[in-house]
């Protein structure tokens, strides 16, 4: 069977902008390295294959698409091609066929390092919302890549990566691995339950759903740690997440599911005092959380049950009954304060903190 | 291929080389659990239930997408292979409905029974509740995806399997989902075969109700078709082979159940289009004409040699009284499994009601009698001109005699012929006259009495005759008769007299001059006299002049005490044991089969009996009764692909010539399809029977090693 080769710059997930940088700026050295490449495995033909919205190269076959952590793998390719979801195929024998050809697959960086004198990591550096590529050779320590002073945590890899501290910088070097491909640094201003909730679902939206495990469990953990910086998590939940994410990284289909629980379980490990505070004792260190009007409670002992707190609300979310104790759900509670000025008994307050006990069913005005 | 060895379990397993683990675990009753696999698709790896261990490997291992090799050591029960199995079960039921009794898949669904394997941690994982509603939009199938786990059977079955695509995920709200790909399945060009069906683990895409029967096991309602033939004729299978242009293996597969394919093309009463599928997307495929199509184009006849070979002759002796279609079809396998067969047939040439009993130019005599040589050139004898007065008395010459001589005696309603004047016939008379070339006085006018099929048969003949035809009937609009039939023969110039009912014929000189008749409102037959109520318009009665009668009310077997068998009070054998018209009689040895035991039916009941029956005397005789036979090789290809705006191809209908132009001859009324309306009449066809290449559900309890209970436990 013929050979197609597919140098897919779409395999990039969203820390890592090395295959833009490289198609911008050493686009004749990827075009020699795919050469290259096309002439040892013998593949007849040539195909880019760029990211939806990108601008064209002019090179000989492009096709758009969009991008996806499992596009480094042939099947996926050649279901975008056709028009389907990118997911990967892993199996023994198995050949990625397009229009009658074997479909094979190289990235632009492992283009460039097939032509280019040095081999050189693409590394993409993310600080706040600021992201740079530099172009590094091989084992070049990440410490000397990245000024890391005051940083509180650094994210390595992105989504397939891991948490690191700033001060295990040195540890890694610039090389063939996932790692050393994006270095995204967290300011000690971030919390890093909110930022782990953040990459879960970063890591939920990227999945190709293929398997369950990957499907449901990007699902499972990114509700689970949405649930976090709000207060609305279970006491078991830690547990539950250190219990689910290891099986899913053995467990998962392809290197996307096996790798993305990595980062999950470094921030639990790494920043451990920091979720166990949000969930049990509802307070956020880095003053993220429960902040800045995050929280309305009506006060237990103040509050008439007259019931005009609930005709302010625009969203349903104060639940009561006259001459009982009035609640605010704080799921749907949208912050407006409409109902702080409806309140003539000045029973309604924004909290900030570690909540005071308040009932948790409907109870008689004056009984709680 | 080359074999290897690999232990499973700390079983030694031999395997081809090219099976995966799961296969090879799966063909010696290991079983594993596993979901998205399934035998007739590609691997997809997705569900993660099939990991097993294999040892000197971190982790597990994909056993469905892991081809065996030698000296592989797997363990399917091990810890860590369990614990992911039990979290993909958790993962799926957060998704999916936790009430399985409400469930129309309840009891049958591959889900329910994995993790009832699998078992359950109660992990308080967060549901998702899938924000999708039931689609009946469809025709056919119906579905309900928000029990969907996402599997992904019915995508590839539609795609790899089917070549067809209808189906495909896309992510909708951030989930993956199962999605048409088009405005609605007929927008997808979907072809509506079913696999989504057969292969979807859950209850999300099924069949909707009332598509198929569930009174007669499923691989037969699966091909609603060919269960509704009274012969099972594999209609798919022919209706594919006309679609690939080979009418003469199309021809050979239907000759594997009836040996009159032409005579039923032209004739049959179709019931097996009364649930083709296809009327779920507009109207059943045109199955009788297709037939037809086939019959007429067929030039090689490739099944000839097989259909002409029979058994070692067994030396025994058989007798088919009746010519017909059910004497000459048993004739034909009773011949084939050896036995002498004779038929004797009164008239004066062979083919029962097909030669006599029918107008010419519905079933031209010629084509019955090229069908009834091949019965012939096998080895069956026919002696015309030979009726039987005693059926007893000739099982003295015969190991056995099958008695199939019909329903041939018209019944004349006497009481209107008072005068026993001599130019009254009835239509199986006037038929058969006008076949055999046989005399008939007629006269001009002819009134015919009846509103059944059979009366416009007879007018038709007669307008060919150049006959001034007059219909009589008790129905309004002589709703007896199927309207095509009926219009068919007003086009050609019948005259009609609806909701009249007749007094007395008239005569003078000993001829019939008229038929009195009144004028009626309504009737009714007396639910338990079967005496004709009617409620008469007063003062109606006229005489309808006319030469000749021509009676259309019904036929009987014309049978009495002579012919040695005990009869029933309306002349049909009966077997003494039931005190029923079966097909053994009061003579052991003697055997019945045809309108002479079910009354006046259908060509196709009356083959379909001889078959019956064929089988039932070869035991008789000492044979296995075995009368199926495969007469042409056949393969069906599953990957059909698409047809642009499949479903709304309309149904074919044959040309049918001018009224003005087909009265003046006996040539048929319609010359057929032509081979671009046969050719596309077969390309709608659903292909029903494809679905039963699929593998059904084999639930872990299915494999013989499987021990749940252990696992369970």
């Excluded at chain 1, 307050?349 to 308040?358: A, C, M």
């Excluded at chain 2, 005397?617 to 495969?630: H, K, P, S, T």
Aim: glycine share 8%.
């Amino acid at each position: 069977m013929e050979k197609l080769l597919v140098c897919s710059c779409a395999a990039n997930d969203p820390y890592s902008l090395s295959s833009a940088y490289l198609l911008d700026n050493e686009l004749d050295t990827v075009k020699a390295g795919v050469k290259k490449y096309a002439d040892m495995i013998g593949a007849s033909d040539i195909m880019y294959f760029l990211v939806e919205g990108s601008k064209s190269y002019g090179l000989e076959k492009e096709a758009f698409g969009q991008a996806s952590p499992v596009m480094d793998n042939p099947y996926a390719i050649v279901q975008q091609l056709k028009g389907n979801l990118p997911r990967p195929m892993i199996q023994d024998d198995y050949v990625a066929e397009y229009e009658g050809k074997a479909v094979y697959v190289l990235t632009p960086e492992v283009a460039y390092n097939l032509a280019a004198p040095e081999k050189k990591k693409f590394v993409t550096i993310n600080k706040g919302d600021k992201a740079e590529v530099k172009a590094v050779p091989y084992g070049t320590k990440l410490s000397e890549v990245v000024d890391a002073a005051g940083a509180k945590a650094i994210l390595l890899g992105g989504l397939k990566g891991q948490f690191i501290l700033p001060a295990k910088l040195g540890e890694y070097t610039t090389g063939d691995d996932i790692l050393s491909g994006s270095v995204t640094i967290y300011g000690p201003e971030a919390c890093m339950v909110v930022t782990t909730a953040d990459l879960m679902n970063k890591t939920w939206m990227n999945s190709c759903n293929k398997c369950v495990l990957c499907r449901d469990g990007t699902y499972q953990v990114k509700s689970i740690m949405d649930d976090m910086p709000v207060g609305k998590s279970k006491a078991g939940d830690i547990d539950l997440l250190k219990d689910i994410a290891p099986l899913i990284k053995i467990g998962s289909y392809c290197p996307y599911g096996q790798n993305w629980p990595n980062t999950l379980l470094s921030a639990l490990e790494l920043f451990a005092d920091e979720f166990d505070a949000h969930i049990k004792k509802k307070s956020c260190p880095a003053g993220v959380c429960f902040q800045a009007g995050a929280t309305y409670i009506i006060l237990p002992d103040k509050c008439t049950g007259c019931g005009d707190c609930v005709d302010a609300c625009d969203y349903t979310a104060i639940e009561g009954k006259k001459k009982f104790i009035h609640m605010i759900d704080q799921q749907m509670c949208e912050h407006c304060g409409e109902c702080v000025d409806s309140c003539d008994e000045e029973a309604i307050v924004k909290w900030e903190g570690k909540l005071p006990k308040l009932p948790k069913k409907l109870t008689k005005v004056g009984k709680f | 291929m080359a074999e290897v060895k690999l232990m499973i379990d700390g079983r030694q397993i031999v395997a081809d080389a090219s099976k995966t683990v799961l296969e090879a675990a799966l063909d010696n009753g290991i079983y594993i659990p596993h979901l998205c696999y399934h035998e007739n698709l590609h691997p997809n790896g997705g569900c993660r239930l099939c990991v097993v261990k294999q040892e000197g490997v971190d982790g597990v291992i994909t056993s469905c997408s892991t081809k065996v090799q030698e000296g592989m050591v797997i363990t399917t029960k091990d810890e860590l292979a369990e614990k992911i199995r039990k979290l993909s079960c958790d993962f799926m039921f957060k998704t999916h409905p936790s009430e399985c009794t409400g469930c129309p898949k309840y009891g049958r669904c591959l889900l329910a029974s994995i993790s009832q394997y699998v078992g359950d941690t109660g992990r308080a994982l967060r549901e998702l509740k899938l924000r999708v509603t039931a689609d009946e939009t469809n025709p056919l199938m119906l579905h309900e995806m928000y029990r969907c786990i996402l599997c992904g059977r019915c995508v590839r079955a539609c795609g790899e399997l089917r070549g067809v695509g209808a189906l495909k995920f896309a992510k909708v709200d951030g989930r993956m989902r199962v999605v048409i790909d088009g405005d609605s399945l007929a927008d997808a060009d979907c072809r509506f075969c079913g696999a989504c069906v057969e292969v979807c683990p859950t209850g999300s895409i099924r069949d909707k109700v009332d598509v198929f029967r569930d009174d007669i096991p499923r691989e037969q309602a699966l091909i609603p078709c060919s269960a509704e033939c009274p012969a099972h004729i594999s209609i798919p299978e022919y209706i594919r082979a006309i679609y690939e242009g080979d009418y003469s293996k199309s021809v050979g597969i239907i000759r594997e159940k009836v040996p009159f394919p032409h005579a039923l093309g032209l004739v049959c009463n179709n019931r097996c289009e009364n649930n083709c599928k296809h009327k779920h997307l507009n109207s059943s495929l045109s199955i009788r004409n297709l037939k037809r199509f086939a019959a007429e184009h067929d030039e090689d006849k490739i099944w000839l040699d097989n259909y002409l070979k029979v058994a070692p002759r067994t030396g025994k002796k058989v007798a088919v009284i009746g010519g017909g279609a059910c004497g000459l079809t048993a004739g034909y396998y009773l011949n084939k499994k050896g036995h002498d067969v004779t038929v004797f047939e009164s008239k004066k040439i062979p083919g029962g009601h097909m030669t006599s009993g029918m107008p010419e130019y519905r079933i031209p005599t010629q084509a019955v009698l090229d069908e009834v040589k091949v019965i012939e050139d096998s080895g069956v004898k026919i002696v015309c001109n030979s009726p039987i007065k005693n059926a007893a008395e000739l099982k003295k010459d015969y190991d056995a005699v099958l008695v199939a001589i019909g329903t041939s005696i018209g019944k004349k309603l006497g009481y209107l012929n008072k005068d026993n004047l001599p130019q009254t016939y009835s239509a199986l008379e006037l038929l058969q006259a006008q076949r055999l070339n046989q005399e008939i006085d007629l006269g001009q006018t002819v009134c015919i009495i009846g509103g059944g099929n059979v009366a416009f048969d007879a007018a038709g003949t007669l307008l060919r005759m150049k006959k001034t035809v007059n219909v009589v009937c008790l129905e309004k609009d002589a709703s007896q008769a199927s309207p095509d039939e009926r219009d068919t023969a007003l086009e050609e110039g019948a005259n009609l007299f609806d909701s009249h009912s007749n007094e007395a014929i008239i005569g003078e000189n000993g001829r019939v001059t008229g038929l009195q008749v009144h004028k009626i409102n309504s009737f009714y037959f007396h639910p338990e006299t079967r005496a004709l109520v009617e409620d008469a318009i007063p003062d109606s009665t006229y005489i309808i002049p006319c030469d000749s009668i021509v009676f259309a009310a019904g036929q009987v077997t014309g049978l009495t005490d002579e012919f040695g068998l005990e009869l029933n009070r309306f002349g049909y054998p009966i077997d003494p044991k039931t005190g029923k018209s079966e097909y053994t009689t009061s003579v052991e040895g003697v055997f019945a089969a045809g309108d002479v035991i079910t009354g006046t039916r259908f060509l196709i009941d009356a083959i379909a009996g001889g078959r019956d029956v064929a089988s039932l005397m070869d035991q008789y005789l000492g044979g296995d009764g075995v009368i199926d036979e495969q007469l042409v090789e056949r393969t069906a290809d599953p990957f059909i692909g698409t047809i642009d705006n499949f479903a709304s191809i309309e149904r074919h209908e044959m040309d049918i010539r001018p009224a003005e132009e087909r009265k003046e001859d006996f040539a048929p009324v319609s010359t057929g399809f032509t081979c671009e309306q046969g050719t596309c009449e077969a390309s709608r066809c659903l292909q029903c029977d494809l679905r039963l290449q699929i593998a059904g559900p084999k639930f872990w309890n299915d494999y013989a090693g499987a021990e749940g209970e252990e696992v369970n436990a």
